[in-house]
């Protein structure tokens, strides 16, 4: 009910609003719109927002983001211009995940307990990769911000179907999507549909090496373990818009995401010096219960002398529920733990935004605006141990609540001070009230507030219309997480230096950067564009992870330390080979490569890097149109280098490089019928990551080593 109330009233409003507004409108002075509002509403068919745009970002479109048939999100963006996936599905700009990277969703954070890859590639219109801040969208961006924009209502009549068949390895996958769109008099609207079913199998090998004070080993445990399941889910994301009159409209939408999940795991460790571990053979099953839901209510009016008013309501629920089962065995195979755990989490969010836009003065787009969101997530965890080992049984009932409020205002200016020369100027204050409450925690209440100045420039170079420089000066900042904050325990199976018990922080505080962008970028005459940019960034009370003992049992837990600096360079190109050989085929070429260094200065070098961060990245590839044939083909090639990071004063963690082939041809039997057949991860090159700890008394050494899959599929799109 209360959901339910919620939805009523963010109608409610935006409704109200319109009413109140339309007599005043009416009489209003119809003026020529501002140039910045007229790029918005209506561009021109060869209008670059890459070029023209004073806000630094590159924009990828659906022809570009459906080219490869992905089935996956994550997919799409491993081959986007200075984005990295890493094998765990971390998402990164500049090489910084862990939150320095902001993901958006229509220009809104994502919900806790969202994954992106709830959305399927064919409900996406395009991505925005932004490499400086902007006002209007959160400065929680150290290294960027990727926003994703769904799929608006169409102006005319389309039907049609996609239909997806493939294999991982071994195991099949299947996909069908779906969508219908019209306009019926001033009402437009789509609907998406999409429903599939994913099965893995994977298997890893982890070897664990310990060594005494002298460097003699006195451990060895190998553990071999597999992973199988299946992903089952469906999705349905409706919109309608309401055209009310000139330059003002009413628009609703939704998206909601059903699932269910089964993870069956096994492991079987094999000790061959030493002793062994508490549970050498676990087997653990986990079916999961999802539910994702998204709805929103959007106003706009343009107002006048080329004004505009725009107000949104945001409503967001997420619902997780599984049961896990572990059975444990001893080296004998005699049963001696039986586990079960019970466990729901449920998030809901509110978010009320808005923005006043009004060419004050000339040369000027002017805009002022509001975020407020209120957003809650609790959880309940019930947890049985029966044992058969003569230890008492267990029993864990732990309750956590966490709300949390956010307030932001800002402004911001387009200004054209110069016939080839334009700035962005913009000023964010962010608030952030954190409180959470537990049965087994200490309640914890955290506040915190930024204020982001931003500074954007775009110069025009004199005597030619192919080149143009930029820069761009921010302070950005990144808020600890609920799970870091929160000091709930996450109990490990096996506790050791390399697989450690976590815990949250409720003293964190906020990192804080000030970063500095560069570029220069060419555009041939032909199509086509080559830019190099660089970036540095200073980030204050930089959060890591702390590891330490209590009373036998190893605790890492995240905590502020100091100062961290990144700095790099960039180049992205995308050649179409006709603007330099007019005889030449129909090819396009596209590439990118970033080299980056970064250093923590409490952690003692060498290799004292941000963690996650890779050296060098690159990403090359091509697209070909046959003549006389409807076929095209292409590639991409993406590549990630390896390395060892210390990660604190007595760890670090070394990862291979990652190399992924992906090759498409597309086939278009008719006008309304294509066929596409793409392959990834061709290569299939295994991942090893190897996690070292070593003090006084000695060392640990864990590495894993897991496979990788080569997936094929074969995907029929039919219009009707």
């Not at 571990?277 to 009016?301: C, E, G, K, M, Q």
Request: hydrophobic share 35%; aromatic share 8%; proline share 5%.
């Amino acid at each position: 009910m209360a959901a339910a109330r919620t939805l009523v009233c963010s109608a409610v409003l935006p409704l109200a609003l319109l009413a109140a507004s339309r007599a005043r409108a009416e009489d209003a002075a119809k003026e020529p719109a501002h140039k910045q509002e007229k790029i918005e509403v209506s561009r021109p068919k060869d209008y670059d927002e890459r070029r023209e745009s004073t806000a630094a970002k590159i924009v990828v479109g659906r022809d570009e983001l459906q080219r490869f048939g992905d089935a996956t999100l994550e997919d799409v963006l491993k081959r986007l211009p200075g984005v990295t996936v890493s094998a765990s599905g971390g998402i990164s700009l500049r090489g910084l995940g862990n939150g320095y990277t902001q993901v958006l969703l229509d220009g809104q954070p994502l919900p806790p307990g969202f994954s992106i890859e709830s959305l399927s590639p064919d409900m996406i219109e395009r991505i925005e990769i932004f490499r400086a801040p902007t006002a209007e969208h959160s400065t929680q961006a150290v290294a960027g911000t990727i926003n994703i924009v769904l799929r608006k209502a169409a102006s005319h009549l389309k039907r049609s179907a996609k239909m997806t068949a493939g294999a991982a390895g071994s195991r099949p996958q299947a996909k069908i999507d779906a969508e219908i769109s019209d306009r019926v008099d001033k009402l437009a609207y789509t609907v998406t549909a999409s429903a599939g079913r994913t099965e893995f199998d994977s298997d890893a090998l982890v070897e664990q090496v310990g060594r005494d004070a002298r460097g003699r080993v006195d451990s060895i445990i190998v553990t071999p373990q597999g992973f199988h399941g299946r992903f089952d889910q469906a999705s349905l994301a409706p919109r309608l818009e309401w055209t009310l009159g000139e330059g003002h409209t009413l628009a609703w939408e939704s998206f909601v995401q059903a699932g269910l999940s089964r993870f069956i795991y096994h492991e079987e460790a094999h000790t061959s010096l030493g002793p062994p571990p508490v549970y050498p053979v676990n087997d653990l099953a986990i079916p999961t219960h999802f539910t994702n839901a998204r709805t929103s209510l959007a106003w706009s009016r343009a107002l006048a002398a080329g004004a505009r008013a725009e107000s949104k309501f945001l409503y967001d629920y997420s619902r997780r529920h599984y049961e896990a089962g572990q059975q444990a065995y001893d080296d004998s195979g005699a049963h001696i733990l039986d586990r079960n755990v019970h466990s729901v989490a449920v998030n809901d969010n509110l978010t009320w935004t808005g923005k006043y836009t009004a060419p004050f003065v000339p040369e000027h787009a002017l805009s002022f605006g509001w975020d407020a969101k209120s957003s809650r997530r609790g959880e309940d965890r019930v947890q049985t141990d029966v044992t058969f080992d003569g230890n008492p049984p267990g029993l864990i009932d732990e309750s956590y609540d966490a709300r949390v409020r956010q307030l932001a205002l800002y402004g911001q200016d387009e200004w054209d001070f110069a016939s080839r020369a334009s700035a962005y100027l913009g000023l964010r204050w962010e608030g952030l009230d954190t409180r959470s409450v537990g049965n087994v925690v200490t309640n914890v209440e955290n506040r915190s507030s930024v204020f982001s100045p931003i500074v954007q420039g775009l110069w025009k170079l004199p005597g030619t219309e192919k080149d143009q420089v930029r820069a761009a000066l921010a302070r950005t900042y990144r808020a600890p997480t609920p799970f870091e904050i929160m000091p709930r325990r996450y109990i490990a199976n096996n506790n050791t230096a390399t697989s450690p018990d976590y815990q949250g922080n409720a003293e964190l505080r906020p990192e804080i950067s000030w970063g500095l962008d560069v570029a220069y970028e060419h555009y041939f005459t032909g199509g086509g564009n080559v830019s190099v940019s660089g970036y540095a960034r200073r980030i204050d009370d930089v959060i890591v992870r702390e590891l330490f003992n209590q009373a036998g049992v190893w605790i890492t837990r995240p905590t502020n330390d100091g100062q961290a600096v990144s700095r790099g360079i960039e180049l992205d190109a995308k050649l179409p080979l006709r603007t330099f050989f007019p005889g030449a085929p129909a090819i396009q070429l596209h590439g990118n490569a970033s080299r980056h260094w970064s250093r923590v200065e409490a952690i003692p070098g060498p290799d004292n890097r941000l963690v996650q961060q890779p050296g060098f990245t690159a990403n090359a590839g091509l697209d070909y149109e046959a003549a006389g044939l409807p076929l095209s083909l292409g590639g991409n090639l993406t590549f990630t280098s390896g390395g060892a990071v210390r990660t604190a004063t007595t760890t670090s963690v070394y990862r291979s490089r990652t190399r992924n082939l992906d090759l498409y041809a597309l086939w278009k039997i008719d006008a309304k019928t294509k066929l596409r057949i793409s392959g990834s991860n061709l290569l299939g090159d295994d991942v090893l990551e190897v996690l070292d700890f070593f003090d006084e008394s000695g060392s640990l050494q864990q590495t894993t080593t897991t496979p990788v899959h080569r997936t094929v599929r074969a995907l029929l799109e039919m219009q009707f």
